[in-house]
């Protein structure tokens, strides 16, 4: 890279020392932790298999950045905390991006610019003279919930699946745009499925529809899939009451799918709870402390707009002096899963997935500011290979350790942002990391747990 003349820079002295600064430290980075990414990577085998989700229409003699080479930067971009396109008009020059993204003139030469970048995005399948790259959404689709099955040695007995929407604030004249009462704001309404930590969809949607509008369609695909590899396990489909429709719990009873779906309240069912509800009040007169209740009872609609009652679990509670009843639709059996324990330790356990959503944002799934929905659907799918590569280095290199259950920034800022110097030579790809980086034995211990 070009040396520029070197000039001292004098900042106030250090007691009798003076401080002298210059541009004179060789190449630097700030990102030396994404090794550990690489490492994660080649035991998954994700951006290799993700890159053939894609089809590349470009005149093979023409090509200077690979397509495998663009999708592992932009990725790698995204989980080392590089959220916007312009951001590679500098990182390009990064030699250890460019060891990253498996450019073979690392340091020679920089990597895909933004303009380069953002034709990979926009592209359509169509003719185009410019925009030649294309993007599979189901293989994208099957290829996220294989990296859910591959993290199994054995098929589990059963798996709780959760359901779940979020706003992707609109902030321009996007394809789709849409003023949302909620949230107050011009936004997209994706749904995302998750099992445990692993996302296993993530699909863009308008948000002038209802919050549970195409989730059968996602769920149908999801569980046939997991269900063709692990045909004997038991699912759960769990989600609040933006998912508690007829269509999907019907679909659920007819394919042997479980489900515990918030119901909201309405007077028929704060009648059929207000016995619960008093004497929760009682308990609290009495204790001056929170109080709850549960009860349970079948629920039929007076619409008829369920085609059979159903079992619903009531929470009467009592707090600050003031009523707050929720209520839980659900498929599973008292016998085995009693009201109490039902509402407590299954269904408010969904709030991990929504953990799980603020991570997709900490990976800039919300830099939804492209002009159509496809494009935007493909950035979506760049933070969710993003936050795979991420949970994997989680699941397999941070086990039994402090940051077992870190989340990805925290990921990010304390085992990824290494200052380091880089230099290549013929055989040889150095990085001399700081000396003063404070967490070397976990880095270590990564590093074997990764390799082994």
């Not at 609040?240 to 999907?248: A, M, Y």
């Not at 990085?431 to 082994?452: G, H, K, N």
Request: aromatic share 10%; glycine share 6%.
């Amino acid at each position: 890279m070009t040396e520029c003349t070197q000039v001292s820079l004098g900042f106030e002295a250090h007691f009798s020392r003076q401080v002298d600064a210059r541009f004179d430290g060789g190449t630097i980075t700030s990102d030396a932790g994404g090794l550990l990414l690489r490492e994660t990577d080649r035991r998954l085998k994700l951006l290799g298999r993700f890159s053939q989700c894609f089809l590349d229409g470009r005149d093979p003699e023409r090509i200077e950045h690979p397509l495998p080479e663009m999708i592992a930067q932009r990725v790698y971009g995204l989980a080392l905390g590089y959220e916007d396109l312009n951001d590679h008009e500098q990182l390009r020059k990064d030699p250890l991006l460019g060891v990253l993204a498996g450019q073979r003139e690392a340091g020679e030469k920089p990597l895909a610019g933004k303009s380069t970048l953002n034709r990979l995005e926009l592209g359509t399948g169509e003719t185009n003279r410019y925009k030649k790259i294309t993007y599979w959404r189901d293989a994208i689709d099957d290829l996220l919930v294989k990296l859910f099955l591959e993290a199994y040695a054995q098929p589990p007995e059963q798996i709780v699946v959760d359901i779940d929407t979020t706003d992707l604030a609109l902030h321009g004249n996007q394809e789709g745009r849409f003023f949302h009462g909620y949230y107050d704001h011009y936004c997209y309404l994706p749904l995302y499925l998750f099992c445990q930590e692993h996302v296993l969809c993530c699909r863009i949607r308008r948000s002038n529809i209802d919050a549970a509008a195409g989730s059968l369609r996602e769920v149908r695909r999801v569980i046939e899939q997991i269900r063709q590899a692990w045909p004997e396990v038991r699912i759960i489909l769990r989600g609040d009451s933006g998912f508690s429709r007829d269509e999907l719990m019907s679909w659920c009873e007819e394919q042997g799918v479980d489900y515990a779906f918030g119901l909201a309240r309405n007077s028929r069912l704060e009648a059929s709870a207000a016995e619960a509800m008093a004497l929760a009040q009682r308990q609290f007169d009495q204790t001056q402390k929170p109080a709850r209740v549960f009860r349970e009872f079948q629920h039929e609609t007076l619409s008829g707009s369920w085609p059979r009652p159903r079992r619903v679990v009531a929470k009467a509670e009592y707090i600050d002096g003031k009523q707050n009843p929720r209520f839980v639709v659900t498929s599973l059996r008292a016998e085995e899963w009693p009201a109490q324990k039902l509402y407590e330790e299954l269904y408010c356990a969904r709030g991990e997935m929504e953990n799980r959503i603020k991570e997709q944002l900490m990976l800039f799934a919300e830099r939804v500011s492209t002009a159509t929905m496809r494009a935007n659907q493909l950035r979506l799918y760049f933070s969710a290979l993003a936050y795979a590569l991420v949970s994997g280095l989680r699941r397999l290199g941070l086990k039994a350790t402090e940051f077992a259950t870190a989340q990805a920034e925290t990921i990010r800022t304390r085992l990824l942002k290494i200052g380091a110097r880089v230099r290549i030579t013929v055989r040889r790809v150095w990085i001399a990391m700081s000396s003063s980086y404070p967490w070397q034995e976990l880095f270590a211990q990564v590093w074997r747990q990764l390799r082994c």
